[in-house]
């Protein structure tokens, strides 16, 4: 069965680094979303591309953060400059189109901000 | 805003049937659906419901009224593995944004 996957699973860095987290979509889904979770807390909407530009955005997702589809297969979250609260788990989400609501969630990126 | 409310926890035996309630304050869902995480893991979908009723797939129903902002999710013939936390989420705008509740944590016993 076709899923959607995540690299790194696991990423740790320093106060104002930049990091790339990586999703693979599932090939033939048209809708990518980013969702984060804090340890322990509800998921929470960060944003969804579609047609390659993004479609929506949460308050979070402010300037620091950008989402690119480089290469028609990558999906890439970016923070620019990492802040503390920014550790937590990032989702990436495809669905097929937009009348079927099903969104298949990866696996996910643990982000440790230290 | 939009918000979801549901308990934060419940618990139940094997065999049992048990119902997660959801209740939401919003003008601007079209619909509710359920996801299930187990720990460590990712969100996977269970259920959707656009109109009011009930949608039933296997072991797991999903009920909706929109007159009452208010939906549950029933788990019949419980077993170990369902174990785990459910959400409720709200679906948003023209794009499928999902707005999760805060998630009921399920733990089943023999």
């Known amino acids: 069965e076709p899923e959607v996957t995540q690299t790194p699973s696991h990423q740790v860095t320093q106060m104002g680094q930049e990091v790339i987290l990586r999703c693979v979509p599932i090939?033939?889904?048209?809708?990518f979303y980013w969702y984060r979770q804090i340890l322990g807390q509800k998921v929470e909407f960060l944003v969804s591309?579609?047609?390659?530009?993004?479609?929506?955005k949460s308050e979070i997702f402010d300037d620091q953060f950008s989402v690119e589809r480089p290469d028609g297969s990558n999906f890439t979250l970016k923070i620019r400059s990492t802040k503390l609260e920014d550790s937590a788990m990032y989702f990436c989400?495809?669905?097929?189109?937009?009348?079927?609501?099903?969104?298949?969630f990866g696996p996910g990126t643990r982000l440790t901000v230290t | 805003g939009q918000s979801l409310e549901q308990p934060s926890e419940v618990t139940a035996v094997e065999g049992a049937i048990v119902q997660i309630n959801c209740t939401y304050q919003?003008?601007?869902?079209?619909?509710l659906s359920w996801y299930q995480q187990h720990d460590g893991g990712a969100p996977t979908f269970l259920s959707y419901?656009?109109?009011?009723g009930l949608e039933e797939t296997g072991r797991f129903s999903s009920f909706l009224s929109r007159s009452d902002s208010y939906g549950y999710l029933l788990l019949q013939e419980l077993q170990m593995k369902d174990s785990a936390s459910y959400f409720c989420?709200?679906?948003?705008?023209?794009?499928?944004?999902?707005?999760f509740g805060a998630g009921t944590r399920l733990a089943v016993h023999p």
């Open positions: 989400a495809t669905q097929p189109g937009q009348t079927i609501p099903e969104q298949y």
């Open positions: 090939s033939n889904h048209l809708y």
């Open positions: 591309f579609y047609n390659n530009e993004i479609s929506e």
């Open positions: 919003t003008s601007g869902f079209y619909g």
């Open positions: 419901n656009a109109l009011d």
């Open positions: 989420a709200g679906l948003s705008g023209g794009y499928n944004k999902l707005i």
